[in-house]
């Protein structure tokens, strides 16, 4: 599990977080949800330590975030960052290899499990046939899914996702959601995933948080969080709610 307490960070005197608290349950998918500029990204970034916090404590598995190396920090977490560039010249296939460096020992080789096992990841992630291909020449959510691999192939508790679906069609994106919530059933993964689409956010998730300001200001199920006053708050908009199984948002601007 990963906690969060009391944690503050900026930039300058200007404040993005502000007393956060919050966890993220073992074996759970937790989304973030909330208006641009809030602070979901920056969440994770000090999560991931990609950003330093100012004040507070993170906590993995009850154990201080700023005491785990990097390598084991690598070896328990992955993170998924927002889509971007890809350099050409390389394999999905060793692209996928490089998810086994926080195993590797320096100056040695792979072993033949870290071959094994990247083999596994390409063939969970509906790689297996496109491994020998140049990334550059993929399409987006192939792309995406190379990313993922890479991460699994960490051996993670834990997946960080940055907004995943962006950049991506409507047909990948949910594409994609379908394959993260396999992967956490079936290999017990928890994941942590900054959306900005409230509906699929719902469908996917077993807990959500709703960030506004810096603070978290609402969080549970989805069925508790999204709510007409809840969107109304947050987001300034007026919203139809229909639940059902899970939960959809028709936005009506008033």
């Known amino acids: 599990m990963i906690e969060v307490n009391n944690v503050y960070f900026g930039f300058g005197e200007t404040l993005i977080l502000k007393d956060l608290s919050c966890d993220f349950p073992k074996g759970k998918i937790t989304t973030i949800i909330g208006p641009n500029g809030c602070g979901k990204s920056t969440l994770i970034k000090c999560i991931s330590d990609i950003y330093k916090y100012k004040q507070g404590i993170i906590t993995v598995d009850g154990v201080n975030r700023k005491d785990i190396s990097r390598k084991d920090f690598a070896r328990k977490v992955a993170f998924l960052m927002q889509f971007g560039s890809t350099i050409s010249g390389m394999s999905v296939k060793d692209i996928v290899m490089y998810g086994r460096y926080p195993y590797k020992e320096r100056f040695k080789s792979f072993k033949q499990e870290d071959y094994d096992i990247v083999e596994e990841c390409l063939n969970k992630t509906d790689l297996t046939v496109l491994q020998d291909r140049d990334i550059i020449t993929l399409s987006g959510g192939e792309k ?3 990313w993922l691999a890479m991460c699994l192939a960490q051996k993670p508790e834990i997946i960080i996702l940055d907004e995943p679906t962006n950049h991506l069609d ?4 949910y594409s994609f959601l379908k394959m993260i919530k396999k992967i956490n059933i079936e290999d017990d993964i928890t994941c942590i995933i900054v959306m900005h689409d409230i509906n699929q956010a719902s469908q996917f998730s077993d ?4 960030m506004n300001e810096g603070r978290i200001i609402h969080q549970g199920p989805p069925q508790e969080c999204i709510t007409k ?3 109304s708050e947050i987001y300034q908009v007026s919203a139809q709610i229909k639940k059902d199984n899970h939960t959809y948002i028709r ?3 008033e």
């Open 207 to 210: 807990k959500i948080m709703i």
């Open 229 to 231: 006053e809840i969107i």
């Open 251 to 253: 936005i009506i601007e």
């Open 170 to 173: 409507l047909k990948y994106q």
């Open 144 to 146: 995406q899914r190379v």
